[in-house]
């Protein structure tokens, strides 16, 4: 695993809530992963990297409501 590489995993950890204090190695075997979902980096042409969250549900309880972090 590359530095970069490293420094996803973690980003993706925190993302999830799941740092518990544990490291980037130990995310093969975590107890804190409920259902599956895929994490897509994205880069724009005028913009900055960012983390697209596939399959992942809005905490909102109307429809169209979104959840999460910075909203949308």
Do not use: I
């Amino acid at each position: 695993m590359n530095l970069h590489a490293g420094r996803a995993s973690v980003a993706m950890l925190r993302m999830m809530g799941c740092a518990n204090g544990r490291s980037a190695r130990h995310l093969l075997h975590s107890d804190c992963v409920v259902d599956e979902k895929t994490v897509v980096l994205q880069k724009k042409e005028n913009e900055g990297f960012g983390f697209v969250l596939r399959g992942a549900k809005g905490r909102g309880e109307g429809k169209g409501e979104r959840g999460g972090a910075g909203g949308g």
